[in-house]
């Protein structure tokens, strides 16, 4: 554990630990991390296999199968070497589409109001819930960018999470006060991005994509060394640290995501 840490729990115990308490504590600290990390990464692999899922129902290689446009024609992507079936044309062109955008904001609002009531098996559930739904409307981006691009950008976004993260994790600094110039710049970006759904504006959104990438670099780092911290004061057990690791494990998940969209909207190649 490092320093910072440990002079927060001499401060939170009122004495300097021994070093049989900081063993425990170090040890309790790490098993906590793994632990959100973990559901984060499965969070990732949910969204990954619902996206890859959802893309395979909705396009298809044989204009026969394809949904048709107003005109009769062929709803095709990727050069007209792939077409939209029915299930992709209800999900991403219908009305229904819209649903598909706001449906996860909605959820992840919701599911952060009623987390701390939650048992910890329902609240793995809805966890879950929300990846899922991400997948689904992260499905586009397979349809829209080149299969060597989104690996490219994933590892760069992994490669990136995992310094921040670290950095946030192991640094002796206090980035606490951070977080209200983080918050200010995510509600920024959120509104641009709603705007920008109608307004469609190239130039909005390159300029949204460059500040969404630092906004959630530094929320990365901040949320790290917040549940890192919360861990230390609160003396979490049972229930409560369960949530509270589902908690963490959510933001860093949501950073993650955000970081990977963002720049891929910056260095994707589109089909």
């Known amino acids: 554990m490092s320093d910072f840490d440990r002079n927060a729990?001499?401060?939170?115990?009122?004495?300097?630990?021994?070093?049989?308490?900081?063993?425990?504590?170090?040890?309790?600290?790490?098993?906590y991390m793994l632990r959100v990390y973990n559901y984060m990464v499965l969070g990732l692999a949910?969204?990954?296999?619902?996206?890859?899922g959802i893309f395979m129902l909705s396009t298809t290689n044989d204009p026969a199968l394809a949904a048709k446009s107003a005109t009769g024609a062929a709803l095709a992507l990727k050069g007209g070497k792939v077409f939209l079936t029915q299930i992709g044309y209800t999900l991403f062109v219908s009305p229904l589409k819209w649903a598909v955008v706001f449906a996860p904001l909605a959820f992840v609002f919701f599911f952060s109001y009623k987390l701390d009531s939650l048992k910890p098996s329902t609240a793995q559930i809805m966890f879950l819930a929300f990846a899922t739904l991400i997948g689904v409307s992260l499905a586009t981006v397979l349809m829209v960018y080149t299969s060597t691009s989104i690996a490219r950008?994933?590892?760069?976004?992994?490669?990136s999470f995992g310094a921040l993260s670290l950095w946030g994790y192991t640094t002796q600094k206090d980035i606490s006060s951070w977080g209200s110039f983080l918050f200010m710049g995510l509600i920024g970006v959120v509104l641009a991005s709603l705007v920008n759904i109608f307004l469609q504006s190239s130039m909005l959104q390159f300029i949204m994509s460059v500040v969404g990438v630092l906004v959630f670099a530094g929320l990365t780092a901040w949320d790290t060394q917040r549940i890192k911290s919360e861990y230390v004061y609160g003396a979490m057990q049972g229930d409560v640290m369960e949530r509270s690791a589902i908690s963490g494990a959510l933001s860093l998940y949501l950073n993650f995501i955000n970081m990977f969209t963002l720049l891929l909207n910056l260095f994707g190649d589109r089909e």
């Open 153 to 159: 950008v994933f590892f760069i976004t992994a490669a």
């Open 9 to 31: 729990a001499t401060a939170k115990w009122g004495r300097p630990l021994t070093g049989a308490e900081t063993s425990v504590i170090d040890a309790g600290l790490r098993a």
């Open 46 to 52: 949910v969204t990954g296999f619902a996206a890859l």
